[in-house]
Protein backbone atom coordinates (compact mmCIF):
# COMPACT_ATOMS: atom_id res chain seq x y z
CA UNK A 1 0.00 0.00 0.00
CA UNK A 2 3.17 2.54 0.69
CA UNK A 3 4.59 2.12 -2.17
CA UNK A 4 1.45 2.09 -4.27
CA UNK A 5 0.90 5.55 -2.51
CA UNK A 6 4.48 6.91 -3.21
CA UNK A 7 3.76 5.78 -6.79
CA UNK A 8 0.76 7.82 -7.24
CA UNK A 9 2.98 10.59 -6.05
CA UNK A 10 5.60 9.95 -8.22
CA UNK A 11 3.36 10.19 -10.78
CA UNK A 12 1.43 13.18 -10.11
CA UNK A 13 4.55 15.17 -10.08
CA UNK A 14 5.75 14.04 -13.19
CA UNK A 15 2.39 14.99 -14.55
CA UNK A 16 2.76 18.26 -12.84
CA UNK A 17 6.09 19.00 -13.86
CA UNK A 18 5.55 18.20 -17.39
CA UNK A 19 2.47 20.21 -17.47
CA UNK A 20 4.66 23.38 -16.08
CA UNK A 21 7.68 22.71 -18.64
CA UNK A 22 5.21 22.73 -21.24
CA UNK A 23 3.92 25.85 -20.36
CA UNK A 24 7.21 27.18 -20.17
CA UNK A 25 7.79 26.30 -23.52
CA UNK A 26 4.88 27.82 -24.79
CA UNK A 27 5.39 31.05 -22.89
CA UNK A 28 8.83 31.85 -24.14
CA UNK A 29 8.03 30.53 -27.90
CA UNK A 30 5.48 33.54 -27.80
CA UNK A 31 7.37 35.72 -25.96
CA UNK A 32 10.28 35.45 -28.09
CA UNK A 33 10.07 33.13 -30.87
CA UNK A 34 13.11 31.08 -29.03
CA UNK A 35 12.37 26.83 -29.37
CA UNK A 36 13.06 26.21 -25.40
CA UNK A 37 13.89 22.22 -25.96
CA UNK A 38 16.28 23.15 -28.98
CA UNK A 39 17.90 26.04 -27.12
CA UNK A 40 18.75 23.54 -24.56
CA UNK A 41 20.50 21.18 -27.03
CA UNK A 42 23.00 24.39 -28.39
CA UNK A 43 26.25 24.44 -27.26
CA UNK A 44 28.96 27.22 -27.24
CA UNK A 45 28.30 30.81 -29.62
CA UNK A 46 25.06 29.78 -30.27
CA UNK A 47 23.81 29.34 -26.26
CA UNK A 48 25.26 32.86 -25.36
CA UNK A 49 23.70 34.51 -28.49
CA UNK A 50 20.62 32.97 -27.31
CA UNK A 51 21.44 34.04 -23.59
CA UNK A 52 22.07 37.79 -23.86
CA UNK A 53 19.01 37.75 -26.52
CA UNK A 54 17.01 37.02 -23.36
CA UNK A 55 19.04 38.91 -21.01
CA UNK A 56 18.07 41.85 -23.29
CA UNK A 57 14.59 40.90 -23.07
CA UNK A 58 14.48 40.72 -18.98
CA UNK A 59 16.03 43.78 -19.05
CA UNK A 60 13.31 45.50 -21.18
CA UNK A 61 10.51 43.92 -19.38
CA UNK A 62 12.40 44.99 -16.04
CA UNK A 63 12.74 48.80 -17.13
CA UNK A 64 8.87 49.11 -18.32
CA UNK A 65 7.94 47.53 -14.83
CA UNK A 66 10.42 50.18 -13.14
CA UNK A 67 8.67 53.05 -15.47
CA UNK A 68 5.05 51.57 -14.62
CA UNK A 69 4.68 51.43 -18.55
CA UNK A 70 1.45 49.71 -19.28
CA UNK A 71 2.41 46.97 -21.58
CA UNK A 72 4.71 45.69 -18.86
CA UNK A 73 3.64 41.95 -17.51
CA UNK A 74 4.94 40.24 -14.54
CA UNK A 75 4.42 36.54 -16.06
CA UNK A 76 6.47 37.62 -19.05
CA UNK A 77 9.28 38.82 -16.80
CA UNK A 78 8.90 35.68 -15.18
CA UNK A 79 8.96 33.28 -17.90
CA UNK A 80 11.87 35.26 -19.45
CA UNK A 81 13.94 35.07 -16.17
CA UNK A 82 12.73 31.28 -15.80
CA UNK A 83 13.84 30.30 -19.53
CA UNK A 84 17.07 32.27 -18.88
CA UNK A 85 18.22 30.06 -15.89
CA UNK A 86 17.38 27.05 -17.41
CA UNK A 87 19.69 28.12 -20.34
CA UNK A 88 22.58 29.05 -17.55
CA UNK A 89 25.35 27.03 -16.64
CA UNK A 90 24.50 24.74 -13.60
CA UNK A 91 21.12 24.90 -13.99
CA UNK A 92 19.27 21.66 -14.28
CA UNK A 93 18.23 22.65 -17.76
CA UNK A 94 21.59 22.00 -19.07
CA UNK A 95 21.33 18.31 -18.76
CA UNK A 96 19.40 15.93 -22.04
CA UNK A 97 15.76 16.17 -21.71
CA UNK A 98 13.69 13.38 -21.40
CA UNK A 99 13.10 11.80 -24.35
CA UNK A 100 11.28 8.78 -23.19
CA UNK A 101 7.78 8.23 -24.32
CA UNK A 102 5.67 6.52 -21.17
Not at 49 to 67: D, F, H, M, N, P
Not at 70 to 96: C, E, F, K, T, V
Request: glycine share 6%; hydrophobic share 35%; net charge positive.
Amino acid sequence: MIQALSEIEAFRKACEERQSNARQQAALFLISGIDLPKALLTRGEERARIQRRLRRLVERERLKGSRGHWSYDLNRHIALSQALARLSPGSPGMSQPNTRTA
